[in-house]
């Protein structure tokens, strides 16, 4: 099952009035590329501040949180850029675990290894045509198994607690500072 989420910022309109009319002044037609640039700076900034604290929430092993968002940049004719994650749900092994004689402990938010298990069974590690992911017997029988997933990548970037709603206004004030940056370049 693959899964995806879009993060965009886009400018009010009382905003985008107050900004086109005081670049129109500077630079005439080509308000609207300064304005795109101030944009496409702006996502590549947040692209690596939401992999970060998603770095800094989840215990994924792989870096893969920036190679999973891809940047749909703004341009003079649409004033509007896009960060796009979308992926399948990840399998356990990804994460911190450990597998004790207990049953297999995940640890997916940094809180501390948890023992996972479903339908009342603990869950275990595959090994030979298995080939080493977690799995949980689905009754009291030895077959069949389900292989255990956990959440995607875009999921944990959508996470408004953890990665997402503390970003956000980051975000906001780097787009203040891509514009102010835009109309210094412009004047100097």
Do not use: C
């Amino acid at each position: 099952m693959s899964t995806e989420i879009r993060f965009h910022y886009e400018l009010n309109q009382g905003q985008f009035a107050a900004l086109t009319a005081k670049l129109q002044e500077l630079a005439g037609s080509k308000a609207r590329t300064y304005i795109a640039r101030a944009l496409n700076k702006t996502a590549t900034s947040a692209r690596v501040k939401l992999a970060n604290k998603a770095r800094a929430s989840y215990t994924v092993k792989s870096g893969g949180f920036k190679k999973d968002m891809q940047i749909d940049k703004a341009s003079a004719g649409n004033l509007t850029a896009w960060i796009k994650s979308q992926g399948n749900t990840l399998d356990v092994p990804k994460f911190k675990w450990s597998r004790p004689k207990s049953g297999v402990k995940i640890d997916v938010v940094k809180s501390g290894l948890k023992p996972i298990g479903k339908y009342g069974n603990k869950g275990f590690y595959g090994l030979g045509k298995l080939n080493g992911q977690v799995y949980v017997r689905k009754g009291k029988d030895r077959l069949p198994v389900e292989k255990l997933k956990s959440k995607s990548v875009p999921f944990m970037l959508g996470s408004e607690n953890r990665v997402w709603g503390p970003v956000r206004s980051q975000i906001e004030s780097d787009l203040q500072k891509y514009m102010r940056q835009q109309i210094a370049q412009l004047l100097g």
